[in-house]
């Protein structure tokens, strides 16, 4: 099920300089979530396994089964909307697993995403959304008239936007000390801006939700792109220093915004 991955010098570099400890292994199968019983397999392969529990208060009522299966004392390693590289502290040391799904993944994008990775783990920020929330995951809900899969979604958007803003000014000063992951990076971000001044419009539409609105938008965050309103009142340090607070807080003025525009 898992196998050490070898890695390029400038991954590897990014590794000893954020993530020393860090283990990255290949997965055989694709994967949202690992089963529980094949993540315990990963207790073979380091030193020792600290499952994640969280309370169940923190959840509403209608969260999404896979929300409540990471919540509970289950072994949960990988959620749905992690993408193609996943990690985990769960594991000591941190564990780095690569989907099977990256088998056609271009080579430098797919360093950049281990490299990213690496830069997450040293941030010390939480691995998911739900502690990042903690018990205001229930005020998102409140402040998202959405359902669930939505609030799910835009949840797991801010955290990625308020991971990117501590990280991305790493990935910018690699212009010169790791150029190959650096034009990765760029060359990313190259591909979401195009899109990213016409969100507004295609949410008014209809053509995008709003919820995949606010991924594409986060998502931009840790390449610093320039975000149209509302998601540009993400970019900022404030975010960053009074985390999940300000992300409810901007959900709900967002949509009371947008339930009053309607009115008018």
Partial sequence: MFDRRELSDDVAAVGDAHAPDALVFDVAADFETIPPAAAEDLGL???ALDPATYPAEWLPEDAPSALVAYASSDFTVGMPGDGTVAWTRQTSPPTVLVKKRAEGTPTDFLDYLLAEAFVQIGTDAPEHFLPFFAERYRDLDAAVPLGPADVYQIAAALYDAWLGLQTRDVFADWDETRPRLFDAWEDAGSRLEGRL??????????????????????????????LPAPFAALDTQAFVQYGSEYGVRWARKTFEKLENDGEA
């Fill in 45 to 47: 392969l380091v030193d």
């Fill in 197 to 226: 001044s016409r969100l507004p419009r295609a949410v008014a539409r209809g053509e995008t939700s709003f919820a995949e609105a606010t991924e594409y938008a986060c998502s931009a965050v840790k390449h610093d792109l320039d």
